[in-house]
């Protein structure tokens, strides 16, 4: 359904996402559906004449990183978290991390010593670990991150 509603040309009604989707689907399903996800803040809507008309506010990769704030948020934490996440990716993963948070150094290059490379956990290999640093900000908790 949000993948309709990203590809719509603007806000639409239920109606709309329904005949997109399967116009056998009662008119019900597709507003609780809809409603749903505006009790977790995915989509928005607002009255256009007796209905209304929704929009999403992110696509599918939003989504995914909405889930990641919210693991994150739930946990004492949060380098830790961060840290055993981005030892576990893949080799390919990893790089598209590093390039989009600007870094493109050789893990542990740029460090001074060899005991911050030291896996969190027994059997990690400390080559595919990165050193990510996290800091709180006021709002909200959010936190904000660099990987070097």
């Known amino acids: ?14 109606g709309w996402v329904r005949e997109q989707i ?19 803040r995915a989509v ?15 696509d599918g990769a939003g989504l995914a990183a ?3 704030h919210h693991v994150l948020d739930k946990e004492n934490d949060r380098g830790a ?4 996440f981005v030892a576990g990716l893949p080799p390919d993963d990893e790089r598209s ?10 893990a542990g290059a740029d460090m001074g010593t060899a005991s911050r490379w030291d896996p969190p ?8 670990l990165l050193d990510v640093d996290v800091a709180e900000t006021a709002l909200g ?5 660099s990987v070097r």
Not at 121 to 128: D, E, F, N, Y
């Open 141 to 145: 908790g959010r936190a904000t991150g």
């Open 81 to 84: 978290v961060l840290s055993h």
């Open 1 to 14: 359904m949000l993948a309709v509603l990203g590809g719509a040309p603007g806000p639409v009604t239920a």
């Open 121 to 128: 956990c027994p059997g990690v290999p400390v080559g595919r």
């Open 97 to 106: 991390l590093r390039l989009r948070l600007g870094s493109t150094t050789n």
């Open 44 to 58: 928005v809507r607002h009255r256009d004449g007796r209905s209304y008309v929704w929009r999403a506010l992110f």
């Open 66 to 68: 909405r889930r990641m």
């Open 22 to 40: 399967d116009p056998a689907l009662a008119c019900t399903t597709v507003v609780t559906t809809l409603t749903r996800l505006l009790g977790k």
